[in-house]
């Protein structure tokens, strides 16, 4: 069973900074394209950055380009979100989630991890 | 402002058919795959069709998909209370500006 455990949620305060953290688990991580999704309270699905299965090519939306940077480690089945300067507007439930093999459609998605920025 | 246009809310009663647009552009559903996906009131997303009008498996085939230039649409027949929920389409988009994945706005669906 596909499985997707996003972490590292939290509040934090404007123009802090924030490491989130997708486990995955059931499949072969190292085979698969990986993406991040936010979803602002009671908003819509904005699609964050797309990292493909080696690691070697990357995109943003243009929202966080310069200040998000995602990765993965094949070895441990991770994939993270390292989020700087934070603004009010990034304010979201972050989802991790997967494409489906080489196609660029959402096929999994995480439970989610909530992140706040505020003062 | 969504980069794909979706209606906001749609509504009808058990058993009927009902569709939901989602219109886009040249960079988009015009040159690649429209997917729609479920969302459950404090539920992550669900894929619900993908590639214009395939169904995962598990699916129920009372929901389908199709596409017709820069626009697509999912139609649900034989609808069920089960079904309310926030629907949103979805495509990679080609843009100059830098690639990656556009949403509709979402459209939700009311059982009445």
């Known amino acids: 069973e596909v499985q997707l455990v996003e972490s590292g949620g939290g509040l934090v305060q404007p123009g802090g900074s924030l490491r989130l953290s997708c486990a995955a688990s059931g499949f072969t991580f190292s085979s698969y394209e990986m993406n991040w999704v936010r979803q602002a309270p009671g908003k819509g699905l904005e699609w964050v950055s797309y990292i493909s299965s080696s690691g070697s090519t990357i995109y943003y939306a243009d929202s966080v380009k310069g200040r998000f940077t995602i990765s993965r480690d094949n070895a441990k089945n991770s994939l993270y979100l390292q989020m700087n300067s934070l603004r009010a507007e990034d304010t979201a439930v972050y989802y991790c989630?997967?494409?489906?093999?080489?196609?660029?459609?959402?096929?999994?998605w995480g439970q989610g991890t909530l992140v706040t920025v505020s003062s | 402002q969504s980069v794909l246009t979706q209606p906001p809310s749609a509504s009808g009663t058990p058993g009927q058919r009902v569709t939901i647009s989602c219109s886009g552009s040249s960079s988009n559903i015009g040159s690649n795959t429209v997917n729609w996906y479920q969302q459950l009131p404090g539920t992550a997303p669900k894929l619900l069709i993908y590639?214009?009008?395939q169904r995962p498996s598990g699916v129920p085939d009372r929901f389908s998909g199709s596409k017709s230039g820069t626009s697509a649409s999912l139609a649900i027949s034989g609808l069920q209370s089960e079904d309310e929920a926030d629907y949103y389409c979805a495509a990679w988009d080609d843009s100059l500006n830098g690639p990656g994945v556009v949403f509709g706005g979402g459209t939700k669906l009311t059982v009445l």
């Open positions: 989630a997967r494409d489906l093999r080489l196609t660029t459609t959402i096929d999994y």
């Open positions: 590639s214009n009008n």
